[in-house]
């Protein structure tokens, strides 16, 4: 099966015209020296550890695997595609020759080459899908995009094709598609927390809605985790006593009642449980007034109140922000 790839000429594009004068792509990492002559990719790695020791683990590991895939995963009639920033088109050709290691062909700096027959036709930015576009648009020096081939081939065939005008509907599930995603990253982040870091952090979100906090130190609680009220000595109701559980299992209807049996008995009871509820919980807190919170919604409340939430609860769990259009 032919392959389609999206290759970066260099850091800032200056290969593109290396790279139509010698029918080639190319890519850099020259530290590593000809990666053929690594049995294999742990062998790389070890090397990755040795000439980029100062860098972080994962950025040598993305390094490892581009390098690899280049010289390993790319063969002869796989399609490649590199974007122009200038034109704001793609150059898209054929491999006619795969990997081999020069670096006295094209950019000595970049020394992993494979022999391409570039097109044409370059097919410009606007013609393609916004999903396409958004794929395309990653930062890696190599990557595949066999979802998007097809797409390109379709204006390489008949360069005259005007695109369907579907570029809100696709840019609307885009984003929803990236926020869903980032939320469930943001849970995967929350779920590696240990029970004393997620009363922390569920102290620091009650903080951050405007709340004085006490969070129970290790040891026996009475069934209260986090102490929240309105003023600092806990005379100004509402005063909320919560219990927060952080496991796989769901919480039961015998944790919601005992919940509603701690003191103090007249404050409002919230229930925190990154496994969820069991239905006879559900049905007794609904009874009694006691509000649950999963780990879907704590993930909510936690990316709406971020910003306040104090500096060293948020240590717990960095996340930075990250604009998308309306």
Known sequence: MVKWWMIRAGDNNELISVWKENNIASIGWPQFGNPKDYKNKKELIAKADEVFDEEKPNSRKSWVNQVWRFSREIQKNDRIVTYI???????VGTVTEPHFYDPTVGNPAY??????EWEEFTPGRDLLSQPAKNSLGSVLTVFRIDNWGREIEKFLVNPFLVPEDTENDEENEVIEDLVS?????VQDKVDKLDPWQMQELVGGLLHAMGYNVHVSPKGPDGGVDVLASKDAFGFEKPIIKVQVKHRTSSATAPEIQQLLGANPMDANSLFVSTGGFTSQADKVAKHNAVRLVD???LVDLLVKWY???PTDVRALLPLQKMYVPE
């Open 85 to 91: 920033k200038e034109s704001r088109e793609y150059m």
């Open 295 to 297: 780990l879907e919604e």
């Open 307 to 309: 910003e306040h939430i």
């Open 111 to 116: 020394p992993n080459t494979i022999k391409v």
């Open 181 to 185: 995603k980032s939320a469930v990253m």
